[in-house]
């Protein structure tokens, strides 16, 4: 699986045999990636860092019963890339999702996604090993580099199927126990567990410009060749996709991501329906707006998306959203001051640089037309602005 290092040493969790082929801002769709995105609508102070609530997880965390219980549906996946003298093979994970033969994976496990190519493309041909070591051919039904998931189907006939609960992965909560199901170095079906670190991380992507939006971090051993396998919760149900660790060494240190469920969800229901995936996009880049820098600058609101950029010939230039230009310092930080502060978007508050993107990416699709609600020199307006597929290279706009 062909990948480059992330910013912060960021790291593909999926191991090469013969070669090793290796996954913006806060931008799903709004942004370029230079700076992270936030837009927000004023709220009471005390929701400001409200996490997600749900009932407190019951019952007994139990691994070795989520092992038994789910190992079967999670596969072992050999990429190869090329022919002949010309050949390199990647080693990931994945889980079987459905009776009809539809496996997850991450891009990166089956693609070229993350090697600096041009054109991203598909392995030449991928092979799904299972427990009992039985391996079988599959196809690759298409992938999603923003969201780093791939698809692959296999035909049901070829092999018994064990297909995985998927849960909701907007109720995850720090501190509830997890279990990694995988192939780390090649070791097949091997157990991990731990507990979410944090949730709606934002992280350098392995395959894209573009940040990863919504990660869960879980402390749980995630190594090369995890990637792609399921993290479940306590009662197996899949609630994310283990994608990447983060290290100073190459090895695993207590800081792995996976992308949530919910994404991936999403991701597979497009490429199903129309063989890829549509993201909308916006084109400004923008910085948290805090209390503290609310007080220091006057900004009328305490909570929102202060725009520092908007790109040429972009949606957002065409609406007239503005960016600022005067660099200045709080505490330590540089803040671009001057531009617009996005409040809200269509009838959604937005309070930070993640709630822009998951309203994007999660409620527009190209060609919507949105209102888009800012502070400009003290006074409140709406914008409404229409939104153009996400191009790949955010420079190009292509």
Known sequence: MPTRATASVAIGCAVLGGAVVLLVGWAAGWFNGERRTVVVREAPPAQAAAAPVRPAVTGVFDPARV????????????????????????????????????????SHVITTAGTGGAAVRPADDVFVEFQDRDRVAAKVVGWDVFDDVGVLRVDPKAHSLTPLPLGDSSLVVVGEPVAAIGSPFGNENSLAVGVVSATQRSIESLTSQYNLVDAIQVDAPINHGNSGGPLFDAQGRVIGINAQIRSDSGNAEGVGFAVPINAARRSMAQLLAAGKVSYAYVGVTSEDLTPGIARRF???????????SVRPDSP??????????????????????????????????IRGAADVVRAVTERLRPGQTVDVTIVRRGARKTVPVTVVERPTDPESGR
């Open 67 to 106: 092992y038994a219980e789910r190992s079967a549906g999670v596969v072992t996946l050999y990429s190869v890339f090329g022919s002949g003298n010309n050949a390199s093979a990647s080693q990931g994970s994945g889980f079987v999702v459905s009776d009809d033969g539809l496996i997850l994976t991450n």
């Open 298 to 308: 006057r900004y009328p609101v305490r909570y929102g998306a202060v725009i520092t």
């Open 316 to 349: 957002a230039a065409r609406a007239g959203l503005r960016g600022g230009s005067d660099e200045r310092e709080y505490n330590g930080s540089a803040f671009t001051f001057g531009g617009d502060v996005i409040v809200a978007i269509g009838n959604r508050p």
